[in-house]
């Protein structure tokens, strides 16, 4: 099912999907069922046909794994160790994408249609609105949590920015004593 020509497709369709809305959107805010269903289709549509098509990816990719374990003749938990953090990053990756913004959503329209004045709900909805921030930061996390090797990355990336900062402070250190000595010669 998931073969190159048809992920190509299907990334073209959703970006086309995507400025299509998006534009209208933008030109027709000021019409409130546009704006809904907009608000429908980006923070809750897109985000559970994430979902949907993270977990048909996975299962494809056991389904291949399983069939490759068995052509081979090799031992299956070798190769379901290789796939588990792919699979943990896409599903973890997806129900925060659905939980942060699908909450907003429907949070926000609960609270136009209905307008209730409960404090539980009014706490609940600006609880979702100040996770559904958090929707822009998350990828990080998982991979910080999930992935190994995008840890190890990580730390030499900031291992070699601390040791490059320390040398050009020891640069700057030598400078201003170099010069500190420069005029208390003249």
Wanted: charged share 10%; proline share 2%; glycine share 2%.
């Amino acid at each position: 099912m998931f073969t190159t020509t048809r992920m190509k497709k299907l990334i073209v369709g959703l970006v086309l999907v995507a400025a299509t809305v998006g534009t209208a959107y933008a030109a027709l805010d000021h019409v409130y069922i546009i704006r809904i269903t907009c608000m429908v289709v980006f923070y809750v549509v897109v985000p559970v046909t994430v979902l949907v098509i993270n977990v048909m990816l996975i299962r494809e990719m056991r389904q291949a794994s399983n069939n490759a374990a068995a052509n081979l003749g090799r031992q299956q938990h070798h190769n379901q160790s290789q796939s588990a953090v792919p699979t943990v990053m896409l599903v973890t990756t997806s129900l925060i994408y659905v939980l942060l913004s699908g909450t907003w959503t429907i949070m926000y329209l609960i609270n136009y249609y209905f307008q209730p004045q409960s404090t539980f709900f009014l706490f609940v909805h600006r609880f979702s609105v100040a996770l559904s921030r958090f929707i822009y930061a998350y990828n990080f996390y998982v991979y910080l949590i999930t992935c190994k090797q995008f840890r190890s990355n990580l730390r030499t990336f900031i291992c070699r920015c601390s040791s490059v900062a320390a040398a050009s402070q020891n640069r700057n250190d030598i400078r201003q004593a170099e010069h500190t000595q420069a005029d208390t010669v003249v």
